[in-house]
């Protein structure tokens, strides 16, 4: 595990890999009419740019509709005005119905993009957003070999939005050009600005600037959206003009804002952060109360925290005696790790700790991005994402899924590999405003907090996994609770699952709801 970055900063990467999508067997799906790929081409100042346009039918929620999928290029431009970077967006669009002769205008549309940072939007995509999803519904258990395959997804939100998939540069097939540099967009603030322009060119080109504009983000994408959110309306000294173009809502799964929660000597936010999710862990695999609930046993965490776990942790070394093994004995009935185990490691138990001493009687290890997905103890490498139990299984299917369905339902001819996260070039290269590789240091919710000041109409869905180790359910609430975030505009939803809210059945569902109701402005309890 890096020790030179906080373990939460060195994992926010979904997944911190370095992947390309390698040819695969072609995926058998459920048949759904599509047309011939067309290569489309059309001139600008810069170069050619390259666009595949399909169509295709589902049902999704409960509307069978007809919708066009379209690849396309966008030219960020360096500000010499030569082209700097070759960024791909992958857009779902509802079409007209008959008689019609153009969408509805005002139709919301949703960008989507994950985080790393570097890594591009498949995850989203191919698990919860595209139309087709990867056919993965036994989390603990999933298939680890190909052929992989997909399956038609009911549960994407095309029935109410459409749905734009962003690929930053040197992810997917976004590349930085000739004429550009990374200091131009591996940044929080870079990024965040050449995220604005693509979606400000996507708009302009499909003359959607007045309608209903969402973003969905996860992990360090949440990151990215919190300043894209702050900047999207334009400023004398934000991006040198006043653009105007506000959102009607922000989407954060598996937030990562507070990049201050280093865990340090003092800094006792981690583990008051991660108890809740210890807690529904524990409860997952029988390790609570007789007949718990992982939601019950999150709010007794909660409930633990106010009674005097916080106070504890705050008494440091002045802690008594008695009361440090009373403490002690109430998180070894939330956790279901043994009080021992809890003294010497005084009252603080770190995930890793967690995750490799829940299951040590069945001489099993937890994931950290997801800790249903298990592993024999033994045999483990020493790299934090390649030999989690969660990333090491679930990782395969995706990007070999993607291969085919990029060629065989999206008609991408590109010659080049997809790039499902680059780390080393992208992700280590990052600069969080302290200068490339420098560890970050601040709160981005207040990034958030100054967009939905500005903007008074802007309302925030925050969904965490209840099984998340890496961007926990308590880090989350108080994180929002603590940035000047106004929370009557923010619902909070939990889901169980880990990182990735949308891997299984039961998760996936309710997040889809979750995310109809907010499109659409309806309540749902």
């Known amino acids: 595990m890096p020790t030179d970055r906080p373990f939460h900063a060195a994992l926010l990467a979904l997944p911190l890999l370095a992947l390309t999508a390698a040819p695969s067997p072609a995926l058998a799906r459920d048949p759904a009419p599509v047309t011939a790929p067309q290569s489309v081409t059309a001139p600008t100042a810069a170069e050619t740019l390259q666009r595949f346009a399909t169509t295709g039918s589902g049902t999704f929620g409960t509307t069978r509709m007809a919708y066009d999928a379209v690849v396309e290029e966008f030219i960020l431009p360096t500000p010499q005005g030569k082209p700097g970077a070759s960024v791909y967006t992958m857009s779902y669009l509802a079409r007209p119905p008959r008689g019609r002769a153009a969408a509805d205008p005002v139709r919301p549309v949703l960008f989507a993009f994950n985080g790393g940072p570097g890594s591009a939007s498949l995850w989203l995509h191919l698990g919860l957003l595209g139309p087709e999803r990867i056919d993965f519904d036994d989390p603990p258990h999933p298939q680890t070999t190909p052929p992989f395959h997909t399956t038609a997804n009911a549960d994407s939100p095309l029935d109410v939005a459409d749905i734009v998939m962003i690929d930053p540069p040197g992810t997917g097939y976004s590349r930085i050009l000739p004429d550009g540099n990374p200091a131009l967009y591996y940044g929080v603030e870079a990024d965040a600005q050449a995220t604005?322009?693509?979606?400000?060119?996507?708009?302009?080109?499909?003359?959607?600037?007045?309608?209903?504009?969402?973003?969905?983000?996860?992990?360090?994408?949440?990151?990215?959206?919190a300043v894209v959110a702050r900047l999207m309306a334009g400023g004398p000294t934000q991006t040198g003009r006043m653009d105007g173009l506000s959102l009607n809502g922000v989407i954060l799964l598996g937030q990562a804002l507070d990049m201050t929660r280093a865990g340090g000597p003092g800094d006792d936010r981690p583990a008051l952060g991660l108890l809740p999710s210890l807690a529904a862990t524990a409860c997952h695999f029988g390790k609570g109360p007789a007949g718990c609930t992982p939601e019950g046993q999150a709010q007794a965490a909660r409930d633990f925290i106010d009674a005097g776990y916080l106070a504890a942790l705050h008494a440091g070394a002045r802690l008594p005696a008695a009361r440090r093994d009373a403490v002690a004995q109430g998180l070894a009935a939330l956790t279901g790790i043994a009080s021992e185990a809890i003294l010497a490691r005084d009252l603080r138990l770190s995930a890793a700790d967690f995750a490799a001493l829940l299951l040590a009687d069945g001489d099993r290890r937890l994931g950290l991005y997801d800790a249903r997905f298990t592993l024999p103890r033994g045999g483990a490498g020493h790299d934090p994402v390649a030999d989690d139990p969660a990333m090491g299984q679930y990782v395969p299917g995706f990007v070999a899924a993607w291969d085919s369905y990029a060629r065989t339902r999206l008609g991408i001819t590109l010659d080049r590999p997809y790039t499902a996260i680059a780390f080393r070039e992208v992700n280590g290269a990052w600069d969080y405003g302290m200068g490339p590789g420098i560890p970050p240091q601040h709160n981005f919710a207040t990034d958030l907090a100054a967009a939905m000041n500005r903007n008074p109409a802007l309302r925030v869905l925050v969904g965490t996994g209840l099984y998340d180790l890496v961007t926990p359910l308590g880090t989350a609430e108080d994180t929002l609770a603590h940035a000047g975030v106004a929370l009557d505009a923010v619902q909070f939803r939990t889901y169980r699952a880990g990182h990735m809210a949308y891997l299984g059945q039961e998760s996936r569902r309710a997040l889809a709801a979750d995310l109809r109701a907010f499109l659409t402005g309806a309540t749902r309890p």
Request: aromatic letters at 10%.
């Open 196 to 225: 604005v322009a693509v979606m400000e060119q996507w708009l302009r080109r499909h003359q959607r600037l007045n309608a209903p504009r969402y973003i969905l983000s996860e992990s360090y994408g949440t990151v990215r959206a």
